[in-house]
Each structure stands twice: as structure tokens, then as C-alpha cells.
């Protein structure tokens, strides 16, 4: 069984930071492209940061250079380390995995807040 566990989000300052934490299992790890999506009140699922299995990472142009994805192997769990967080960050994120041949799955979700 496939199962995608988020873990990290909360309430967090303007200016504040967050790492949030996916625990992937019943997949190889290494055949899946990772990413995290995001969806605010009223708007679209959008990806937000994505890491392939060679390792190459892509990231929104509004995270870019704020946001870090990364993946550790051996504890087959995806991160999302976020610095200068904004409002506009707040949302709803999600983690995804997508094998080569195309099969998805979705974490539950993890409820991101920026405020003061």
C-alpha cells in the first residue's frame, strides 16, 4: 500500500521559516519524480517545487530562491525547507509522486499559515 505522510505545518511569522516532511512508502523511492503542490482558499492546485529521480530540481518562480526541495534516500522521505515565508505562502501542500510510467499518488496534506 502507497501511502504519502506530510508532517511540519503550522503558523509561522512573515519572515518566518518551516520544513516540512514527507514520508513516502510501498514505492522504490528512487523511480519517482517528488514534488510538493500548494492550494490556497478559492485558488488552484500549483506545483511548487519538483525533484526527479536524477535529482534535478524545479521550482514556481515565487519560491524559487526561498524554497529548498529536497529527498533523502535511505529514509525514503521528500522535503520542503522554506525560508522568508510570506502570506501568500499560506496554503494547503500537498507532497506527490509520480512514477516514469506515470502512476501518481498524493499525500493528505499539511495546512501552511503566514501571519502575524
Known amino acids: 500500500q502507497v501511502q504519502l505522510v506530510e508532517s511540519g505545518g503550522g503558523l509561522v511569522q512573515p519572515g518566518g521559516s518551516l520544513r516540512l516532511s514527507c514520508a513516502v512508502s510501498?514505492?522504490?523511492?528512487?523511480?519517482?519524480?517528488l514534488g510538493w503542490y500548494r492550494q490556497a482558499p478559492g485558488k488552484q492546485r500549483e506545483v511548487v517545487a519538483v525533484?526527479?529521480?536524477?535529482?534535478?530540481?524545479n521550482y514556481v518562480d515565487s519560491a524559487r530562491a526561498r524554497f529548498t526541495i529536497s529527498r533523502h534516500m535511505s529514509k525514503s522521505t521528500l522535503y520542503l525547507q522554506m525560508n522568508s515565508l510570506k502570506p501568500e505562502d499560506t496554503a494547503f501542500y500537498y507532497c506527490?509522486?509520480?512514477?516514469?510510467?506515470?502512476?501518481?499518488?498524493w499525500g493528505q496534506g499539511t495546512q501552511v499559515t503566514v501571519s502575524s
Open positions: 506527490h509522486a509520480q512514477h516514469i510510467l506515470g502512476r501518481e499518488y
Open positions: 510501498g514505492v522504490i523511492f528512487g523511480h519517482y519524480s
Open positions: 525533484i526527479t529521480p536524477d535529482g534535478d530540481t
